[in-house]
């Protein structure tokens, strides 16, 4: 227990700190992927062929390759693009993005392929009659999509939303291979520094699994407050 | 581009991808069996046997892969009767220590399809066998289970694909898999896009075959 001391004779502290990383980064990704899913979600139910193709590969590439690949590809191409920008703008010196960007920002694509295809199958499921029903009320485009579309979108949606921010949540353990301070990372220090693998491994996996079990609880309040009126 | 590089990492990678299938196989197999035998633990009426059925598949569906494996791989080595024991040599290799991460966590959620598919058969089939007179372990084996696979095909498909691409968690741990040469390649050369390309492609042709060999068998066993 003594190795859980707050303070410098413990890892306590560090692992609190460690866990609000994790937290951190995992919303943020999630907020990235609503962006991706944002904007790919009218992609693929458009009717044009092009959008279609286009939100389809990035659904099916995301969704095809390993995460750890997608990490390393920002990792080491990160920096890289961002000065290629830079150049174009006549900045040549060397930039380096930091670890939670690029973390956030490759979980966030990936989270945001699964949150494309939760938004599509709840958009699609939502009755015919629904849209019509808002023609004839003369509802102009805004006023059908945030009153009629987007509210009961999110009633479908969040069940599987919930199934996307569990995915979210695990794969933040993967930035960790970045050497962003989160929950596996400190871990990993501490594993290292007292030689105690067993302990501090098996203490992450308890930590994750508090994380699941509180945000399920969440969640389910969630969905009984956009279920309401069903 | 770097044309040149892509033509000669392209031998390494394929090669690579042979380890990552035999990791892939092999784990889905012994996981196979570890979710069919913890499936049947949750459908028993004891609440003990039911309950630790249930913790089994919460814990390694609560956390993440990367966790199991630093655990079986790093942690078990620190006890020391382990050490003494012959599970040993196996539990020294990363290559074996992949495989027992891989197939608890394909275990845990291959239990939850097929218990969701055992959950799913009518009752008026188990039913029907019993009024013919077959024994219970007979429309068990015969016929519920038949039943189960088609039932959790679908669902084992993308278990399947999400099980490839956990596969690349095994870099990790020192082992030289697809993700492992990539990740090799990509931090001598300093090429990330280049090597992306065609290592991600070889994990969407992987995909792409598996996603195809489901369908055909969802075709075969369709009633």
């Not at chain 1, 990160?78 to 979980?107: D, K, L, P, R």
């Not at chain 1, 302990?199 to 969440?218: E, R």
């Not at chain 2, 959790?152 to 020192?174: C, D, F, H, Q, R």
């Amino acid at each position: 227990m003594e190795l859980l001391a707050f303070g410098d004779t413990g890892w306590g502290d560090e692992l609190f700190y460690a866990t609000l990383m994790t937290i951190a980064v995992s919303i943020t990704a999630m907020i990235i992927g609503f962006v991706f899913a944002a904007i790919f979600t009218p992609l693929k139910l458009s009717k044009s062929k092009l959008s279609n193709f286009i939100a389809n590969s990035y659904t099916t590439v995301i969704r095809g390759v390993p995460e750890l690949l997608v990490i390393y590809l920002f990792f080491f191409g990160g920096s890289g693009a961002v000065m290629f920008v830079a150049s174009i703008f006549g900045y040549n010196e060397y930039i380096e993005i930091n670890a939670f960007i690029t973390g956030a920002f490759a979980i966030g694509i990936i989270s945001g392929a699964y949150s494309t295809e939760v938004f599509r199958g709840a958009v699609q499921s939502i009755d015919k009659g629904q849209f019509e029903a808002a023609n004839v009320l003369g509802l102009g485009k805004f006023g059908k999509f945030f009153k009629i579309i987007l509210p009961q979108t999110l009633r479908l949606a969040i069940p599987n939303l919930s199934n996307v921010w569990q995915i979210t949540l695990k794969d933040t353990s993967l930035i960790s291979v970045t050497g962003l301070v989160e929950i596996m990372r400190q871990s990993y220090i501490a594993a290292g520094s007292t030689r105690d693998p067993l302990f501090f491994y098996s203490f992450a996996a308890v930590l994750y699994l508090l994380l699941t079990f509180v945000s399920m609880k969440l969640i389910n309040k969630l969905e009984v407050k956009y279920s309401r009126g069903y | 581009m770097d044309l040149e590089l892509m033509i000669n990492s392209f031998p390494k990678l394929l090669s690579a991808a042979v380890i990552t299938l035999k990791l892939l196989s092999v784990s889905l197999i012994i996981g196979l069996f570890i979710g069919l035998l913890f499936a049947i633990l949750r459908l028993n009426k004891n609440i003990l046997i039911n309950k630790f059925a249930y913790g089994y598949s919460y814990i390694f569906r609560g956390t993440p892969l990367l966790v199991q494996i630093f655990i079986i791989y790093f942690g078990l080595g620190q006890i020391e009767y382990l050490r003494t024991t012959f599970l040993w040599v196996i539990l020294k290799e990363p290559y074996w220590c992949a495989i027992i991460a891989f197939a608890l966590n394909t275990g845990a959620y291959t239990s939850e399809i097929l218990r969701s598919a055992f959950q799913t058969i009518k009752p008026g089939i188990v039913e029907a066998g019993q009024s013919l007179g077959i024994s219970s372990k007979i429309i068990f084996y015969k016929i519920q289970i038949p039943i189960a696979i088609r039932q959790s095909l679908p669902a084992y498909g993308n278990e399947i694909i999400l099980m490839m691409k956990g596969t690349s968690l095994a870099s990790t741990v020192t082992i030289m898999d697809l993700t492992g040469v990539a990740k090799y390649i990509i931090s001598t050369t300093f090429k990330p896009i280049e090597v992306f390309i065609l290592a991600g492609g070889i994990y969407l042709f992987m995909t792409f075959c598996i996603h195809n060999l489901i369908q055909l068998l969802e075709k075969k066993y369709k009633y």
